[in-house]
């Protein structure tokens, strides 16, 4: 048996970021832009297919420029104070 110094009354409080469940992205593919809808004014990261980090800002017009992107899978980090989503899309 183990034992811990946790108290049995000890309360822990695990906070998960909750899921947007109105934002959708179009075109997918896309060439140039990204279109968001139902995420203005929030923070987003892009990452490739192998985790890096390829690009970041905030969002504006509803649009993330991608021109700049190669070819290629990337997915899309929407976050806001509380909320957080992740969404797949091509780069053509």
Do not use: H, W
Not at 5 to 34: C, E, H, K, Q, W
């Amino acid at each position: 048996m183990y034992r811990c110094g946790i108290p049995a009354t000890a309360i822990f409080v695990i906070r998960r970021p909750r899921m947007y469940r109105d934002i959708s992205i179009y075109p997918n593919p896309a060439s140039d832009v990204l279109n968001i809808s139902g995420a203005e004014g929030t923070e987003f990261k892009i990452n490739n297919a192998a985790g890096q980090l390829v690009s970041k800002g905030k969002i504006s017009d509803q649009k993330v420029p991608v021109r700049d992107l190669s070819k290629g899978i990337y997915f899309i980090r929407i976050k806001d104070k509380e909320n957080m989503t992740q969404l797949k899309f091509i780069k053509k």
